[in-house]
């Protein structure tokens, strides 16, 4: 997308009291739904359109680190947790886990809605006028899905590798669509799309969470929190298919999607328990 809790450990020795992280070392990692495009205020250097208000940047204030490194870049990857990434404007970033270091005390990913398309089926093919709902697209977004899994393991399994000390947490994404009936904000996507739209975006989520799982560190869900706030609801958290370049990007989150991540996340480290575990 031009495009996540019980806590668990994520070495031993590590404490579950959110105060110890108090003058800590935060790194966030993840794609557009991390950087949160013209959630202001929205610098763009690099090609990355990221928001001094996103989910990392409100989550480090409410945890009181001391460091704050914010890698999360519009049109990220998984791959581009360990590679460079080219930007939209064409500039060349470092790959986002290279300032991740053993003194690095907690790292957030959020990250894998731009593999294999995944995105662009929901974004651009679904809800572009053309129907969704075949066989063809379905079976193409699961075994993109069943990719997925395995990609985001092996990028947490990087992470752990660079950032042995820290606290890992993977988030997943915000329910978009209604679950049923129709969405006008969201055209021209069917009614009877709805089904398979909404498929793919749980799966996107149940893909992290296994990933989570397989690696041990924490998932947080956001669909289930974000359910009755999608595109086509009272009170959305993500955008409609037009850019406001004042609160957020076309198909991104809105200040109050990224404001409940924070406090989720921010709640997830408050817990403690062996093993793994999610929110």
Known sequence: MSLVAVFVLSSCGSGSDNSKLSGATYVALGDSYTAAPYVPKTESAAGCIRSDHNYPHLLAKALKVTTLIDR????????????????????TVQPQDNQLTNDTDLVT???????????????????????????TVAANAATALKGLEQAVVTGLKGIRSRAPNARIVLVGYPQIAPSTGSCPL????ATTDLPLFNKINLGLNAALEKAAKATTVTFVDVYGPSKGHDIC????WVNGTVDNLTKAAALHPFAREQEAVAKLIEKALSRSQTGAGSA
């Open 72 to 91: 999360s870049c519009g049109g990220a990857t998984t791959q581009n947790l360990l590679t460079p990434q080219v930007t939209l404007t064409g500039s």
């Open 109 to 135: 990913v959020g990250i894998g809605g731009n593999d294999s398309g995944i995105a662009g089926t929901l974004f651009y093919y679904c809800a572009a006028g053309t129907s969704c709902n075949t066989n």
């Open 186 to 189: 969201l055209p021209p996507l």
């Open 233 to 236: 609801s009272s009170d959305p």
